[in-house]
C-alpha cells in the first residue's frame, strides 16, 4: 500500500535562506508524486508533479523538487525563502485503487514560517 | 473559467441537522472529490466519483452520502451532523487519475456544534 510521511509538521526560516521540505514515500510500484501548497483559508496548488519523466522536477515560484529512488524521497527546496512562502505545504502519492482507478494519499503537511 | 467551485464557503449546523455541500466542475473532468481535512492529518478522501455516474467510498466515508448529478456537478450530504464532522471540505477533480493534476476548489469550513 502506499503512503507518505513529510518529517517535520512545521519548518521556520529566515526570509533569504535555503527551505527545504521533506517527503518520503512508500510505494510497490513507480510512483507518481506530487506538492501541493496551501495558502491560508484557500484550497490547494499544485506546484510541481513527478511522472517519471526527469529526477529533478521544477515547479512554480522557485520550488524543485528531486525523485531520488535508493532513498524513496521526494524532498521539496527552494535557495531563497521569500515572506510569501509562507503556507502549508503537503506531499502526495498517487495510488491505484481496487477498480482501477487512481487516488491521491496525502501527508500530513508541513507548516512553512518565513520571518524577516 | 472558475475551476472547481464550492458552496457554501461557512456554515454552522447543529448536531442532528442535514446539509449538502455542493461542487462544480467547468474543465470537463471525468473523476470527481470529496476530501476532508483536519489539523495534523492532511487530507482524507471521503468518496470519489471516477466518472459519471458512479460513485465510491474513500477512507473516511462514514456520515456522509454524495451524488454525481452529472458530469460537472458532485454533491456531498450529512444526514445528521455530528461534532465529529466539524472539519473543512475540499472537492477537487481531474482528467482521470495517474499523473493527472488534481484541481481543488477553496473549500468550505464547516462546524457542527
Known amino acids: 500500500a502506499q503512503s507518505v510521511t513529510q518529517l517535520g509538521s512545521h519548518v521556520s526560516v529566515s526570509e533569504g535562506a535555503l527551505v527545504l521540505l521533506r517527503c518520503n514515500y512508500s510505494?510497490?510500484?513507480?510512483?507518481?508524486l506530487f506538492w501541493y501548497v496551501q495558502y491560508p483559508n484557500q484550497g490547494l496548488q499544485l506546484l510541481l508533479k513527478?511522472?517519471?519523466?526527469?529526477?529533478l522536477v521544477k515547479g512554480i515560484n522557485g520550488f524543485e523538487a528531486e525523485f531520488k529512488k535508493s532513498e524513496t524521497s521526494f524532498h521539496l527546496t527552494k535557495p531563497s525563502a521569500h515572506m510569501s512562502d509562507a503556507a502549508e505545504y503537503f506531499c502526495?502519492?498517487?495510488?491505484?485503487?481496487?477498480?482501477?482507478?487512481?487516488?491521491?494519499?496525502f501527508g500530513a503537511g508541513t507548516r512553512l514560517a518565513v520571518h524577516p | 473559467n472558475a475551476g472547481v467551485t464550492q458552496t457554501p464557503k461557512f456554515q454552522v449546523l447543529k448536531t442532528g441537522q442535514s446539509m449538502t455541500l455542493q461542487c462544480a466542475q467547468d474543465?470537463?473532468?471525468?473523476?470527481m472529490y470529496w476530501y476532508r481535512q483536519d489539523p495534523g492529518m492532511g487530507l482524507r478522501l471521503i468518496y470519489y466519483?471516477?466518472?459519471?455516474?458512479?460513485?465510491d467510498k474513500g477512507e473516511v466515508p462514514n456520515g456522509y452520502n454524495v451524488s454525481r448529478l452529472n458530469k460537472r456537478e458532485f454533491s456531498l450530504r450529512l444526514e445528521s451532523a455530528a461534532p465529529s464532522q466539524t472539519s473543512v471540505y475540499f472537492c477537487?477533480?481531474?482528467?482521470?487519475?495517474?499523473?493527472?493534476?488534481?484541481?481543488f476548489g477553496p473549500g468550505t469550513r464547516l462546524t457542527v456544534l
Open positions: 477537487a477533480s481531474t482528467q482521470r487519475g495517474g499523473s493527472d493534476t488534481q484541481y
Open positions: 510505494s510497490s510500484v513507480p510512483p507518481y
Open positions: 513527478y511522472t517519471s519523466a526527469a529526477t
Open positions: 502526495a502519492v498517487s495510488a491505484l485503487f481496487s477498480g482501477g482507478y487512481n487516488k491521491l494519499i
Open positions: 474543465m470537463n473532468h471525468n473523476s
Open positions: 466519483s471516477a466518472s459519471e455516474g458512479t460513485t
